[in-house]
Structures are given as C-alpha cells and as structure tokens.
C-alpha cells in the first residue's frame, strides 16, 4: 500500500483505445480460466456454505445424496442461543482487540527504536528483526507451542525458575546485609512453579496474545518505519527550534504523519487476528475446556470433530459476513480500488 | 566503525561525551530488544544441534555449544524416511500450484492491465476485495469444501490440492502482476507494432520480458501458498499423502509429554529454510508485495 501510489499508473481511456489491437473480447478469455479456477474454489464453496447452513446435514457424506433436508433458519436460531457461540464470538473480538493494541504499540516502539539516529548498524538491525516473517506460520507457531510447554524444564518456564532464582538471591543478599532481622523473598514476588501455561484459561489467552504479537510485529514495523522515514525531517527541526519536547514532538509530528499507514495495517492485521486459526488450534485446540475457541475454531471443531455440519456451517457463514466487512474496509480505506475504474 | 568514529570525537572534544553515552545506551536497548524478538528462532537453531542432549532438562535451555552436532539432521534426512516422503508430496503439490496459477495469471493479469472488455471492471473489483483480507476464508469454506471433495471422491488427492491453492491465490497474485504491468510503458508496445510486429510478437517480445521481476514474485508467492498451508492439506489428505507442513504437525504433536524436540527441531528448519532463503534472496521484492498484500502469501 505504502510504495502502491507513487508507481500506480492507471492507462487512460484514450490510450487504451489507441492501442493498435484487435477484437476487444480477446481479453476475457484470457481472463476467464483464472476466473473460473478461482469461482470453483472460493465463491462456489461459500455459495455451498449459505445452502448447508439452510440444511440438517450432519457428516460430510450426507451433505449430498439427497440425505440432507432444509430446515429454513433453524441453524441460525439454534446458534444465537448457543452459549458456545457468544463466548467464541467475545474471546475473538478480545483476542482481536488485545493484540491490536499492543501490536500497534510494539511496532511502533520498535520502530522508532530501529530508526533512531543513535542507533548504531540500524539498517542491518532492522534487516534481522522481521526475519520472523520469513518463516511459515506453522513453523513459528510450533515453536511458540514449545516455548509455552508446560513441563519443569519449558524455556519459559526455565526463564521463570531464573527470575525466582534472581529474587531470592537478592533477598539473600538483603538478608545478609540487614543483619539485624530475617529477609526472605516475598511471596508475591515469586511465581509458582511449573506454569502449566496451556491449562488455565487466562495463560492460554496470554500465550496466544503473545504468539499473534510476535507474527504480526515484523509487517507493523515494515509499515511505520516506511512511514517515519516519509515524515520530512524539516518538521523535526522546525518543532526543535520552537523548544517542543521530545513527547510534543512525538504527539504533534510523529503520530499525525504515521496515522494513515498506521490504521491501514492495524485493519489488515486486525482482519488476521480475526481469522485466526493456527494458534488457537496448534496450541491447544482452543482449550481449556472450549474457553478459547476462536470463531474458525469454533466453526471448524462442529463440523470436523463433533459432525454438525450443518450448524458449523451457520458459524462459517457468520463468520465470513463479518470477513467481508474486513474486506469492504480494507479496500475502502487502503484506496486499493483507485486503479479498478480506468473506465 | 561509526562507534570508533563517535570515541575519537570524543576525545579530541569534537563530540559531547553525553551524544556517545546516548548512542551506546539507544544501540545496546535495540540489540537487547533483537536479541529476546528472536529468541524463540536462536531456541529452535541450537536445539536442532543438540541430539542426544538432555534438552528440556534441568542442564538449561540450551545445550553446551561443544556438545553440537548434527544427528538430529542425519535422522530426519537420512534414517526416517518420513521428511523424504512428506517433501516429495509437498514438491508435486507446489509443482501443480505454481504452475497451474501461473499459466492463468500471467494472460488474465495481461488481459486485465491492457485489453477492454465487457465486465472488466466487475472481475477487478473482485480480485481487489479478495486481495487483502482472506486467509480465513478457506478456513471457513473449508468445510463445505470437504464435503464437496468427500462426495465426489475427490479428497485426498495431492493434484486436486494443488489446484485449490492455486485457486485461492488467484486474485491476489492477479492483481499484483496487474499493477505490474501497468507500468510498463504502452509506448514500447506502440513501438513494436509500427515496426510490424503481431499481437503475439508484442506479448512475448516486450511484455513477457519486461514483466519477469513481477512473474517472480507471483512465483514466489504461489510457491509459499502451497508450501506453507497447512490446516486444509490435513483435513483433506491421508497420512500417505501428508506434505511437509502436516507432518511437522504430527511431529510437533506426537507424545503428549514428549514431543521429540531435536527431531522437530531439525526437521522444522529443513523445512522452513527454503523459505527463509527466498525471503532473504528476494527481500525487497517481496517486502514491496508485503506491504501492498498485508500478511497473505
């Protein structure tokens, strides 16, 4: 989006037709195979979709055959009253809304860090932190569940035994210094040990929130550090010169010039969170106890592992409506569709 | 050395001592913020390395560098024949992904940036809204796509896989060879004709090869879609068809309590290092897609 509109060069209406061709409708066989391949695989399954979500199919085999009957609205019905349903609709939305902010936050923080001019090797820095992004989902994710294990000897866990090591060894330390009573840590400073981190509810939220912030972290940099380095130093200066304090220059100069590429990759990237998947489902399936099921996971479980098709069908198609609002914004605010009308 | 630099300007008092301590403090909190970001991939690294060491034990997160080696690799490529079987289905997959959304992306993405015709407009607007925003639609039709598949019998087949990520990455990849393409000049076009060249001349003449660093993008990124997709290559294919993604998975999520964790780790690097390498060859070609694709690919 951010190198888009200074290359777009939309062709004239007068000089596509001056183009010496033939037959004008050569061009939507071309297009059509593409066409066809993609209707065949997207919008015919959701077409599919809205159809089984109007039925009582079960399995997957009774889906055609004439097994399945329609029943109207009842999916729909059956599903607002679904207790299940209102919890994955709210842990999605939560889980949509924690990590945005803190991965608008964290973006920004480093990249304003990754763009300092005290900063030395910054260039090749920041060529090292979006390696993340290089990785395929299921490899960093895998990773992430491992890091979260929740056995004695986990990584995050191994770093927690350390930080309890730290605060008795400084209570040690102020134990022996203050000779004159017993110092021993403080209970609430010390984290009980092993966190089963994937177990609790709230841990297991945590870890997805963290995991979606780690993937998304280095497409936010990528965008606000294009973004900074867009904002003419001139205005730095000229705030400077007025005496404005580093926060004034950040609230007045920084922020107003980053918001627009801010706000467009924090829809792209809300829009992910949304739809996400992997983490939920690799980590723990959604669990504790179906606490954490995002909307897809929700969806996916009813129809794949509890044979209700018809009813996750119902979840999907609610689900999509609510992508499609995603899209719709995306191309609305990203100005996406400026080369489309050329008419 | 910039630093070295900042130390002599200090010292002959060029520079005040507070400018060198900012950018020792500012540089050391960036490297710091590095180090923990990438932790999770240093972990994955030195644990591939480190077979037949007590990982996850009470010696600590990582093994003692001396005890390195690569029996983990030797394993995974050589003893279990698994990553073999698993890359070969991978590579059929990807081979009928890359090359069945190139051959219609390529004349759409030509049709759509020159040619005129009737619903042009309609398709773009199309693709464009499926370009940003979607990697959870396949997820979501992804059960009507099974039972489609069930049906006609048609799951379980790595071709047919193939095609569907071929399908899904349709209008993104469309558009972007599109706007590619845009900005070739029409003029050289225009040049070709008057010197007499045929329509067909001009495509594979002027457009085809001034459009390459953009078909290789596309390229890279139907690539990634089939390799890297992972949750509708398990719901669709048996564990003889599994690719490579799929059996990371398995791997990942073997034992309850005792996921073999060099093993993994070693085979999850042979599989995402091809990856990494195109990102890193390919960086800013494939950033300048980033940032108009968002997070798809």
Known sequence: MVSLPRNRLPLSAERLRDLPFGSRDIGLFLVLPGLILFSAFMLYPIAFLIYLSLTDATHAGTVIGGDASLVGLQNYVELFTDRLFWNSIGITWLFLAVSLVIKVIVGIGIAMLFTHSHVIGKRYMRAMIIIPMGFPPIFTITIWRGMFSSARFGPLNEMLAMYNGAVTWIAGVVDSAVFFMAVSAPEFLLVDMPVAWLSGRWSTFFAYVTTEVWLAYPFMVIIIVSALQDVPAELHDAAKVDGAGYLYRFIHVTLPAIKGPVMFASILTAATSFQQFLIPWIFNRGGPARQNELILVYGYREAIVNHEYAFASAIMVTAIAFIGVFMWLAVKKGGLAEGVGSE | ?297
Request: glycine letters at 8%; a negative charge; proline letters at 3%.
């Open chain 2, 1 to 297: 050395m910039k630093l070295i630099d900042d130390i002599r300007a200090v010292r002959s008092g060029h520079k005040r001592p507070q400018e060198l301590a900012k950018s020792l403090i500012a540089t050391g909190s960036a490297v710091g913020l590095l180090v923990v970001l990438l932790f999770p991939v240093y972990w994955m690294l030195t644990a591939s390395l480190s077979q037949g060491v007590g990982l996850m034990s009470s010696d600590g997160i990582f093994a003692d560098p001396s005890t390195y080696n690569l029996d983990a690799y030797r394993y995974v490529l050589i003893e279990d024949s698994t990553f073999r079987e698993a890359l070969l289905n991978s590579l059929v997959v990807v081979f009928v992904t890359v090359s069945v959304s190139l051959s219609v992306i390529i004349p759409g993405a030509y049709a759509l940036s020159r040619r005129r015709f009737a619903g042009r407009t309609k398709i773009l607007y199309g693709y464009v809204l499926f370009t940003q925003v979607g990697a959870g639609l396949s997820i979501a039709t992804l059960i009507a796509l099974y039972a489609l598949f069930v049906n006609f019998g048609l799951d379980n087949s790595l071709l047919v896989l193939g095609l569907f990520y071929a399908g899904t990455a349709i209008p993104f990849n469309t558009w972007l060879l599109k706007t590619f393409m845009d900005n070739i000049p029409v003029s050289y076009e225009e040049a070709a004709m008057v010197d007499g060249a045929s329509q067909w001349q001009v495509i594979r003449e002027v457009i085809l090869p001034l459009s390459k660093p953009g078909i290789a993008v596309v390229l890279v990124f139907t690539f990634l879609a089939g390799w890297n997709e992972f949750i509708i290559a398990q719901t669709l294919l048996q564990s003889e068809n599994y690719t490579l993604s799929v059996e990371l998975y398995s791997l990942a999520t073997s034992g309850r309590y005792s996921t073999p964790w060099t093993e993994f780790a070693a085979f999850a690097i042979l599989f995402a290092t091809p990856v990494a390498l195109i990102y890193f060859f390919a960086q800013s070609y494939v950033e300048s897609g980033l940032s108009f694709g968002g997070m798809e690919g």
